[in-house]
């Protein structure tokens, strides 16, 4: 089958191709860093399991029930033990396609917000539902004198060891309860998943966990913030992973006012903003 692409000249030439942007994070083997193949991810949105849910959004809307389309259902929980009792080869596609997506550019996030570490010497790094502790590896390789712990769920702590140079040691816990001591609590895309209520709670526990904020201590959270003041393409994604989460899981993006609302809900007095990251932005959150 014959077919064209327009190169840089603008010409036309028969029977060539290459990789657009988005193409080439659907490839293995390419030797970047920043590179992460995000072929489980489209599996995962597209699958059947999505689209049905996806269907019966009409419907649901005209009921009066707190539990998403997904889980009414499948009976299931995303990324949960009974999603994986109910489909082992869809739970593990979607547990990659979270870390794909949860862990793309993380080596840029660190150059680019690297001032944020600046005086931090104990980082507690919570893991989401996945278990993946890749934020909190690039955490003390970019900085080396940070000692992090790391929070994972009882059920992800099978063959989960601390690191040989002492700098990452693991602790089993649930994040609603308890959160180990630190100077500094990480969130990387943990609360868009959860209810303004557990997001709260988290963050109450967050707010015990660190010292005042004279002496440094503060929560780094990155998650999706919602710019109604910014429309385009960037908004429309940010409404349409909104729709998704609103589909899938009980939780939801936020706009600014939103968030600040959660953060004095949990007790801290102050935040920054900072500079957003494509679609995503970083706050730093303080007692």
């Not at 603008?10 to 995000?38: A, F, R």
Request: charged share 25%; glycine share 6%; with cysteine.
């Amino acid at each position: 089958m014959d077919f064209y692409l327009n190169n840089t000249h603008g010409n036309t030439e028969e029977g060539k191709y290459c990789l657009n942007p988005v193409s080439y994070l659907l490839v293995d083997g390419i030797p970047d860093e920043v590179h992460i193949n995000h072929t489980s991810f489209v599996l995962t949105a597209t699958s059947t399991r999505y689209i049905d849910a996806a269907m019966g959004l009409a419907d649901w809307f005209k009921k009066d029930v707190l539990t998403p389309p997904f889980e009414e259902l499948h009976g299931a929980t995303l990324f949960h033990e009974s999603m994986k009792n109910l489909d082992t080869d869809f739970h593990k596609m979607a547990n990659e396609a979270l870390e794909a997506h949860d862990n793309f550019g993380i080596p840029i996030a660190l150059r680019e917000f690297r001032d944020l570490f600046n005086g931090i010497q104990s980082v507690t790094y919570c893991c989401g539902g996945s278990g993946d502790d890749a934020a909190a590896r690039a955490i003390v390789k970019a900085f080396p004198h940070i000692k992090c712990t790391v929070l994972v769920d009882p059920k992800m702590m099978i063959g989960t060891k601390s690191s040989d140079d002492g700098l990452i040691s693991y602790v089993a816990g649930d994040m609603l309860n308890f959160i180990p001591p630190a100077q500094t609590v990480v969130l990387k895309f943990v609360l868009h998943f959860l209810t303004d209520e557990d997001c709260a709670k988290i963050l109450a526990q967050c707010r015990k966990a660190i010292p005042s904020r004279k002496d440094g201590g503060k929560v780094i959270i990155a998650d999706i913030v919602i710019d109604y003041n910014s429309p385009g393409p960037m908004l429309e994604a940010q409404l349409l992973v909104d729709i998704g989460f609103m589909t899938m899981t009980k939780g939801r993006q936020r706009d600014e006012n939103e968030w600040r609302q959660i953060f004095k809900n949990a007790g801290f007095t102050d935040y920054k903003l900072l500079k957003k990251f494509g679609a995503r932005s970083v706050f730093e959150v303080y007692p």
